[in-house]
């Protein structure tokens, strides 16, 4: 056997060598690339929906809930909360919510579903900036102008957007709509779905 011979012998294998190694370093490096396109655990549960019990939500009480990485405020109004939905109708900027974002089911002077009106599922964003409006159920706590009384509902501090119980905005405020209401369905009577439609 020659020289040559033994040293197209040797190339042949190092190459093979080198091929094989470098297949398997291109593999190490694809794999952890190509896993990063898929979304996380985390991520995952985050945009998918959120269940909440309401049973220990007491008359008055609101509850916040993290939902695709925003506030969902879950409020159990009390009847005298929802009769004073209709008091200060006339200083709100969209009472019928014809502008607002919210399923239809929840298109209605209390924007909850219908024989739940109750609670009030609201997206905790307020819709002029996005700061997070503040809970003011108390009638009173809020000083409103042309000798309206204020019957309770969010208080946005960051530019003083004011909404009613239903998350309806009063007019002369920064915000252009109503809170928004994420489609959610009951599960139970204790239970509440946020992020699917009662139909889905």
Not at 99 to 120: D, L, N, T
Not at 181 to 197: C, F, M, N, R
Request: proline share 6%; net charge positive.
């Amino acid at each position: 056997m020659s020289n040559d011979e033994i040293n197209r012998g040797r190339r042949r294998v190092l190459t093979a060598v080198t091929s094989a190694v470098g297949a398997v370093g291109a593999v190490g490096v694809a794999v952890p690339f190509v896993g990063s396109w898929s979304p996380s655990a985390k991520a995952k549960a985050a945009g998918g929906p959120v269940e909440i019990n309401i049973s220990k939500i007491e008359p008055g009480q609101m509850v916040t809930v993290e939902w695709r990485g925003k506030p969902v405020y879950v409020v159990r109004r009390t009847k005298e909360a929802l009769a004073g939905l209709k008091l200060n109708e006339s200083q709100l900027r969209d009472p019928t919510s014809a502008k607002s974002v919210q399923p239809s089911y929840a298109k209605s002077e209390s924007r909850a579903i219908s024989g739940k009106e109750e609670i009030v599922v609201l997206l905790g964003v307020c819709t002029h900036l996005g700061c997070a409006p503040g809970f003011e159920p108390k009638v009173g706590a809020v000083d409103l102008s042309g000798g309206k009384t204020w019957q309770g509902g969010f208080f946005c501090k960051c530019h003083g957007s004011m909404y009613d119980l239903a998350g309806r905005v009063f007019q002369g405020v920064p915000a252009p709509l109503n809170l928004e209401v994420p489609a959610h369905k009951y599960l139970s009577d204790s239970v509440i779905l946020i992020g699917e439609d009662q139909g889905a």
